[in-house]
């Protein structure tokens, strides 16, 4: 590796004080937002049928930027994009007290549309199964695409995400920060 890589790679992962490292910076995440409405859109084949729901709280943000990055690329077409709160449908609900606070809004029927759900992170799984269980709620959709800035690892669950803004792999004793501002892993300390 040369030593303008090396000095690249180093800028690029900054560690600050607190024990966290910057991955991406918010251009990296624009960047990473349009190349995955590139995708879906190259996918689908068009934008026929296609609807963005982002799961609360930390898939919202990103399926509204997907929604406007797809405006901006295909002028003609625009993709209905909602939101969704998958509280009550997680399966650890009985191992913690779990209070929906977030708002539920699917613009329109699922029924027979290409649902492409949006989260931030992708750890275990178990949120996306739990999406999966909600979206029954709202119609049957033809088909479930997933897309997530950043998939860390550490499945339980046999899912994989159709559009990746960064792969990850990550410690159990991290936490990934996701934001518009950048991605940070944050090493948890124990108490």
């Known amino acids: 590796m040369s030593s303008e890589q090396s000095s690249?790679?180093?800028?690029?992962s900054a560690v600050s004080s607190e024990g966290s490292v910057a991955v991406l910076a918010e251009a990296d995440v624009s960047r990473a937002v349009t190349r995955i409405a590139h995708e879906i859109i190259e996918r689908n084949r068009?934008?026929?049928?296609?609807?963005?729901?982002?799961l609360q709280r930390g898939g919202v943000w990103i399926a509204e930027h997907l929604g406007a990055a797809i405006a901006r690329i295909d002028e003609s077409?625009?993709?209905?994009?909602?939101r969704l709160d998958v509280a009550l449908f997680r399966d650890d609900i009985a191992l913690r007290p779990v209070t929906p606070v977030s708002i539920t809004e699917i613009p329109v029927d699922l029924a027979g549309s290409t649902v492409v759900l949006v989260d931030d992170v992708l750890f275990t799984g178990r949120t996306v199964r739990?999406?999966?269980d909600a979206l029954n709620q709202y119609g049957r959709p033809a088909a479930v695409q997933l897309a997530v800035m950043v998939d860390r690892g550490h499945r339980e669950?046999?899912?994989r995400p159709d559009y990746v803004g960064k792969n990850l792999p990550t410690g159990r004793d991290e936490?990934?920060?996701?934001?518009?501002?950048?991605?940070?892993?944050?090493r948890k300390v124990a108490s």
Request: proline residues 5%; aromatic residues 0%.
């Open 8 to 12: 690249s790679r180093a800028s690029a």
């Open 175 to 186: 936490d990934v920060i996701v934001s518009e501002s950048g991605v940070t892993i944050v």
């Open 157 to 159: 669950l046999p899912i």
């Open 77 to 82: 077409s625009s993709v209905p994009v909602g």
């Open 46 to 54: 068009g934008l026929d049928g296609v609807v963005i729901v982002g």
């Open 130 to 132: 739990a999406a999966l």
